[in-house]
């Protein structure tokens, strides 16, 4: 028996009513001398940001999850610590984003700029052109990881199959 | 009155060929059209597809989150409902556990959200947000109120049929959904180029709920049921093992 999978649709613009009642973006205790902040900004095919979008991470090998809604500046933030990293993968998080217009969310990852050797080694990573891998990984700036996420255009983020 | 023409609803005549995905670039929903992640997108090895979803405890869970007409001093206006289903695995099996989130516009199709500038009353009684975890069967249960449809300034006079966004974890990080809920009979979908964004007419049916007269508590509230059936990844696309 293979039934068939319900259709995505958009969160549209009113999805904090239900999704970001609570902050949900800490998916470590600030006060671990190991917490770093990642901040970022979500950018349109026009540059413009992104004031109604909403981005997870998902932290695979550490069963961590959180999300952080977007501001009327596009920006989103997290408090983490840096995930464990699979076998044989550098340590990264797997990042969902979703907004008004987007019909299904998007897939993407953040590495971390202190990994270069594990990076150069994560299978996903290294399979991918220059350009492209290092739109996925965050930049250390101001004791904060800073990650863009551009949708669209030259400097596009590289996003997955889901 | 040219311009009218111009803003009138793009809708993309049915394709029962699509199958169950949505067109993400459907030209109809015009914010699509700078915000759709550039394509093509690129494809992950098939063992991505086994990472585990996170998973949620009861205390996530307060005593009225999945009772929508219960969170206030007094009852919302409207006509209360009661929606109901289970969310399952493609090959049937119920995924029990798992966190479901609700939010709606209140009965006259305005959201308690800032943005929001419909002309249409706040209800004091209703905050249109509702979680709750699917039982050992898989099934959810919320009691609400039924939505309103409300305008959007997407064209010229446009209009979202009634529905309820819905979102769910399931056990995989790639089973992650967010969708909306329509109900039967609603005129204004074949004009929603959100739903019609899902161009086969079987897959779109599968976001409307059903009417069932056994959910349906008498004198007191209709009832719907609607399953919710998670995906094992891949976008409906090819399936990535070799």
């Known amino acids: 028996m293979s039934l068939p999978r319900t259709p995505s649709q958009t969160v549209g613009p009113f999805y904090s009513i239900g999704l970001s009642r609570d902050p949900q973006n800490e998916l470590a205790d600030p006060r671990d001398p190991a917490a770093v902040r990642i901040v970022g900004v979500l950018v349109d095919g026009q540059d413009s940001p992104i004031p109604d979008g909403m981005v997870e991470l998902w932290d695979a090998a550490g069963r961590r999850w959180g999300r952080?809604?977007?501001?009327?500046?596009?920006?989103?933030?997290?408090?983490?610590?840096?995930?464990?990293?699979?076998?044989?993968?550098?340590?990264?998080?797997?990042?969902?984003?979703?907004?008004?217009?987007?019909?299904?969310?998007?897939?993407?990852?953040?590495?971390?700029?202190?990994?270069?050797?594990?990076?150069?080694?994560?299978?996903?990573?290294?399979?991918?052109?220059?350009?492209?891998?290092?739109?996925?990984?965050?930049?250390?700036?101001?004791?904060?990881?800073?990650?863009?996420?551009?949708?669209?255009?030259?400097?596009?983020?590289?996003?997955?199959?889901h | 009155m040219a311009q009218v023409e111009a803003e009138s609803p793009v809708v993309l005549p049915d394709d029962p060929g699509a199958g169950p995905g949505v067109q993400v670039d459907y030209p109809g929903y015009r914010s699509t059209r700078w915000r759709v992640a550039e394509r093509p997108l690129v494809t992950l090895p098939e063992e991505f597809h086994s990472v585990d979803g996170p998973v949620f405890g009861e205390d996530a869970i307060?005593?009225?989150?999945?009772?929508?007409?219960?969170?206030?001093?007094?009852?919302?206006?409207?006509?209360?409902?009661?929606?109901?289903?289970?969310?399952?695995?493609?090959?049937?099996?119920?995924?029990?556990?798992?966190?479901?989130?609700?939010?709606?516009?209140?009965?006259?199709?305005?959201?308690?959200?800032?943005?929001?500038?419909?002309?249409?009353?706040?209800?004091?009684?209703?905050?249109?947000?509702?979680?709750?975890?699917?039982?050992?069967?898989?099934?959810?249960r919320f009691v609400t109120i039924k939505p309103g449809s409300y305008p959007w300034g997407n064209h010229d006079n446009a209009w979202r049929p009634q529905h309820v966004h819905f979102s769910v974890f399931g056990r995989r990080f790639t089973q992650r959904l967010v969708t909306q809920m329509y109900f039967p009979g609603d005129p204004l979908m074949e004009y929603d180029p959100i739903a019609t964004s899902v161009r086969d007419p079987k897959a779109r049916a599968l976001m409307v709920a059903r009417f069932d007269l056994d959910t349906t508590q008498p004198q007191w509230a209709l009832g719907y049921q609607w399953d919710i059936v998670l995906g094992r990844g891949g976008s409906g696309t090819t399936p990535l093992e070799s």
């Open chain 2, 62 to 140: 307060g005593e009225f989150d999945n009772d929508l007409t219960r969170q206030h001093p007094g009852e919302p206006i409207g006509e209360r409902i009661i929606v109901t289903g289970r969310v399952l695995e493609e090959d049937g099996r119920p995924i029990p556990g798992t966190l479901v989130e609700i939010w709606q516009a209140n009965a006259g199709g305005r959201y308690r959200h800032e943005v929001d500038q419909h002309p249409s009353p706040l209800d004091p009684n209703f905050s249109g947000a509702g979680r709750c975890l699917t039982d050992a069967d898989g099934r959810y």
């Open chain 1, 68 to 161: 952080s809604g977007t501001d009327s500046e596009g920006r989103f933030s997290f408090v983490v610590t840096k995930p464990d990293p699979l076998p044989g993968q550098a340590p990264r998080f797997d990042v969902l984003v979703f907004a008004r217009g987007l019909l299904e969310h998007e897939l993407t990852r953040v590495y971390f700029p202190d990994e270069a050797k594990a990076n150069a080694a994560d299978p996903v990573w290294s399979a991918l052109d220059e350009k492209s891998r290092s739109t996925l990984v965050a930049e250390a700036e101001n004791g904060a990881l800073r990650f863009d996420i551009h949708m669209q255009g030259d400097r596009h983020t590289v996003f997955f199959v």
